[in-house]
């Protein structure tokens, strides 16, 4: 079945380091790929989207590029700030079983 | 404001007190699904919904029950809660747009945090 597989945390940075976060999937065909957020104490949001190969989805600074031939979806940032503490989620849509496949999410901590 | 609302925002109980937690979507969203959230596993389908009288089974479905009745309305059952639920739960809406095509962005709730203990 399909499968998204992200880097653990936490992943701890200084205020406006540079920030990437993993993600790889295994799917049958294309699917569409997804990055959300979860602040503390709030339910997820959607960050960031990508639905056909070499699409960038590009959101508050953060963006992700669909990769096909590597079957990949990082998250990267440019210039992190404090507020940018959260649980990060990759996901893709399984047409099949109609419902988004998380990865285990990555905890960022971002430091004064 | 469009949103995706959950009662109630957190809940602890006893093992085999039936208890229903509600969502409701104001967007007029034909898709509606739950998900369970626990440590290290991420988010897990348990049910989901694609239009009134309409649902099916996702990963995770032992133990819950759900209907459909109305659009906006998904209420997730616990007929006989055991602790193994306990967990963060979501509720989620998405649009869906004729035939087999997908709006795939999903609008999720604030979550409900459970405790049977």
């Known amino acids: 079945g399909n499968s998204v597989t992200q880097m653990e945390g936490p992943v701890t940075l200084s205020e406006e380091a540079f920030l990437t976060i993993n993600c790889t999937y295994t799917a049958t065909g294309y699917p569409s790929l997804f990055w959300y957020v979860q602040y503390p104490g709030e339910g997820l949001q959607l960050l960031l989207k990508?639905?056909?190969?070499?699409d960038k989805g590009s959101n508050k600074g953060f963006e992700a590029t669909y990769r096909k031939e590597t079957t990949s979806f990082h998250l990267e940032k440019g210039s992190v700030q404090v507020s940018d503490s959260a649980v990060y989620f990759c996901a893709l849509f399984d047409t099949g079983r109609r419902a988004l496949t998380f990865g285990s999410g990555t905890r960022l901590q971002v430091q004064p | 404001e469009a949103q995706v609302t959950q009662n109630p925002r957190y809940l602890i109980t006893v093992t085999g007190k039936k208890l229903t937690v509600t969502c409701s979507q104001n967007m007029n969203h034909e898709y509606m699904s739950w998900y369970r959230q626990d440590p290290g596993l991420g988010l897990r389908q348990i049910y989901y919904?694609?239009?009134?009288?309409?649902?099916d089974k996702g990963d995770v479905p032992e133990g819950y029950k759900v209907s459909r009745k109305e659009k906006r309305n998904f209420p997730l059952i616990l007929e006989s809660p055991s602790p193994n639920q306990t967990s963060l739960y979501f509720c989620?809406?998405?649009?869906?747009?004729?035939?087999?095509?997908?709006?795939?962005?999903?609008?999720f709730g604030p979550g409900t945090r459970l405790t049977v203990t």
């Open positions: 989620a809406s998405s649009l869906r747009t004729g035939g087999s095509t997908f709006r795939y962005e999903q609008y």
């Open positions: 990508a639905t056909k190969a070499d």
């Open positions: 919904s694609m239009n009134v009288e309409v649902t």
